[in-house]
């Protein structure tokens, strides 16, 4: 079974529509109809597609305090850091902000819940950046993928392993290279149970 990111209601929910007419300038919408037909999608679609990031993603990031910050400065300001506090960074702020956006997100800071956070993708989502969770049989893959630097692999991985030790109470298995960071681990079934 796949993590589940999606914060918006039931697919029962989103296949039913309404008709909404909207007020809206004629250079928002040449623009809009410039847009759809630059992705290849109806301007419905388009507009869907905004509007579920902003209701799925761009609300509630706001609201939890991320901030946005152009890549380049970001993975400079991480290849300023050295190793040691970059590992220490993600076992302590990283998997904190983890825990706190899913007590924030689905009022659950269980590990399941943080697994749940770790998928959370917004729409439209940036290439190369994301992770999945795979379950079965009480065995988890976690790969997260991200193009901010191999020096953002370090806080990754170090986040990563903590958040298996503490909440899972197993040592996983972890590989981390420049883009990706892949944790393997078996969790015990009482672990399972509880979470």
């Not at 706001?62 to 890549?71: C, P, R, T």
Request: glycine letters at 6%.
């Amino acid at each position: 079974m796949e993590g589940k990111g999606d914060l918006s209601n039931s697919s029962k929910d989103a296949r039913k529509s309404t008709l909404k007419t909207v007020r809206i300038p004629e250079s928002l919408a040449r623009y809009l109809e410039e847009e759809a037909a630059d992705q290849g999608v109806t301007v419905n679609g388009l507009v869907n597609s905004v509007l579920g990031k902003y209701s799925d993603w761009d609300k509630k990031a706001n609201e939890f305090g991320f901030l946005s910050i152009h890549k380049s400065l970001f993975t400079s300001l991480v290849d300023e850091v050295d190793e040691e506090t970059l590992a220490r960074i993600g076992r302590e702020v990283l998997l904190t902000i983890w825990k706190e956006m899913a007590e924030f997100f689905y009022q659950d800071s269980s590990p399941e819940k943080i697994l749940d956070v770790l998928c959370i993708r917004p729409r439209p989502f940036p290439a190369g950046l994301g992770t999945t969770v795979t379950r079965e049989d009480g065995k988890y893959v976690i790969i997260s993928h991200h193009q901010l630097g191999p020096k953002w692999s370090i806080a990754l991985k170090s986040a990563l392993q903590e958040l298996v030790r503490k909440s899972f109470h197993v040592e996983p298995q972890v590989s981390a290279g420049e883009s990706v960071v892949t944790v393997r681990f078996k969790a015990n079934r009482a672990e399972t149970a509880r979470t």
